[in-house]
């Protein structure tokens, strides 16, 4: 790993310069002060080693999810991170970030200028720019729902989608349900891909032989309803699994109006298990992600990468809630 | 969770007896110990909260696994686990197990009486007796190569497959290969079966097109690369990748007594990064799996589950080790 010493060495300036720069000393030009923390990215130099006398920091970088309150998705993952980082010694901070500031400041840049050694990453798409910067960065952070291949220093957390997939479809299957359907916001998202392909996966494995049409996806609710339910209903579905719990209540409402009684002639499973579910009509059957625990996970993650244990994935075992929404298959007609 | 009440209520014994039978304590019958022992088990009693004073006890259970020497495959896994769980207050005993144990003596049994609250399992193949009692079992257990849905108390470690055949694949088209074939011990482990899809998903992500003949397994090197060698070089394979190092290297010392010269006629590429590698003429490419990290990350996945945080699978980053073996396709006439 690079040194100060190798930094000023090659800017050919001092290592009192570096270290101010480094540290957001006031008096240097903004400009040097971006050549050199630039340069430093560059060279690999991180922060590591260097947290004496103060608590090591760690962030949790947010982004297209809320956390503030109780019954948010954030909210119980940052407190299962914290609950694991900071009797383990570190300080965390919530950062949300925009698409902004990501094309201003590169990821390695922005943790060193602001002295986190890891990150916990939550709510990025594809598309994020800092995305990009995680193929080579040289800080470690932990990806909740997005993978980067070859880079030891960016692990990747989530649930077994596979698993929980294996477990809605073998339910249905017992149940008596064939003809299955799957409702999936747009594929433009790591997971949505990931558990799109668990859907057929889970079919096969169950002995069910679902046609390329037996899935659609759109972007907002309301158009997966629209493009996609009525088809998969005509096609004769006794059942459908939903990429998340927003789609599966929306279908279950929009199916409750066209007469299907739920789960009578109709049932339906939702993923992630979000605090509504209870209160659906019916209850919300689904696949539970802890978020809790996902957040310890996310500990487990960045703490081996700290020790130079390249964990690549974590995967948290996934757990059916069954509720009122599944059911014996006894007819499909209303 | 059960309590030696709970047992002692169900049976209509004392509270003392039951502890002795957990305890081993020498005063009780054998029939009667077994009985209170199977009974705990089925009622879920574990030991987990009963390590007062002496240091809690967690063993590897190895097995088709040499790990004495240094060099073999199981030495350094177990100092890796070690070199956590010592320094964290455990005590590590490593047992070898056979057939005969695991058929006498169910898997909650044998950690219940021998006082161990966790273990590591290695070298385990798909028809081993225990195999079975994971599915159920109480007691937590991480495998190494091995998977089991759905239960909570078992955990899943391995390096990421997926990713290392796809290095390998990207690796052996940057050097200009299109047709690549496969080598592989028999199917009838689990993370042989892992590596096969591996094989055929690398190549589809890299643009290639896969027959379902570019790949073969047999039981026995020998048979391997009999059966299946001499079919993929008529069929114009230019490079073979190979399930593990030991088939690699009997593939390549078979391919240079046929005349091919590795790499000008044809890339070798292995699986597992054995101390071998370095030695073997020319030295292999292989895809490292890192045994004291794995060690580490075994120790990781028994952390989580003993803190009630149900992580499925662990995924060790895989990484590219690059030697002599594999080089520019030029041409694959000898």
């Known amino acids: 790993m690079a040194t100060i010493q190798d930094i000023a060495d090659k800017l050919g300036v001092s290592k009192s310069t570096v270290s101010k720069a480094i540290n957001n000393a006031p008096d240097i030009s903004e400009t040097l002060r971006k050549n050199i923390l630039n340069t430093a990215v560059e060279m690999g130099y991180t922060k590591l080693r260097r947290s004496k006398g103060t608590a090591p920091k760690l962030c949790v970088i947010i982004k297209n999810m809320e956390y503030e309150e109780p019954h948010q998705f954030g909210y119980d993952f940052i407190i299962g991170f914290r609950q694991m980082a ?51 960065s040289h800080t470690p952070a932990v990806l909740f729902d997005n993978y980067i291949p070859a880079n030891p220093f ?43 392909k668990a859907f057929f996966h889970a079919m096969v494995q169950n002995g069910l032989s679902p046609e390329k049409d037996w899935a659609g996806s759109s972007y907002y609710i309301t158009q997966c309803v629209e493009n996609h339910l009525m088809r998969l209903l005509n096609m004769g579905m006794t059942a459908i699994i939903c990429s998340h719990d927003l789609i599966a209540n929306a279908a279950m409402i929009q199916c409750q109006q066209l007469g299907y009684h739920v789960p009578k002639n109709l049932s339906i499973i939702g993923f992630d298990d979000l605090p509504m579910c209870s209160y659906t009509s019916p209850p919300l059957t689904t696949i539970r992600q802890n978020r809790t625990e996902l957040g310890k996970c996310g500990y487990y993650a960045i703490s081996s990468l700290l020790n130079h244990v390249p964990i690549g994935t974590i995967l948290l075992h996934a757990q059916l809630i069954e509720r009122g929404s599944t059911g014996s298959f006894i007819t499909n007609t209303k």
């Open 154 to 196: 960016i692990s990747s957390i989530g649930i077994d989608n596979d698993e929980g997939m294996g477990l809605a479809v073998s339910l249905l299957k017992k149940l008596g349900h064939k003809k299955i359907g799957y409702l999936s916001s747009d594929l433009g998202s790591h997971v949505m891909q990931v558990r799109y």
């Open 86 to 136: 900071e009797p383990a010694g570190f300080k965390v901070d919530v950062i949300p970030v925009t698409d902004t500031l990501q094309k201003k400041t590169p990821y390695d840049v922005f943790m060193l200028q602001n002295n986190y050694i890891g990150a916990l990453v939550l709510g990025f798409s594809l598309t994020d720019p800092w995305m990009k910067d995680f193929e080579k």
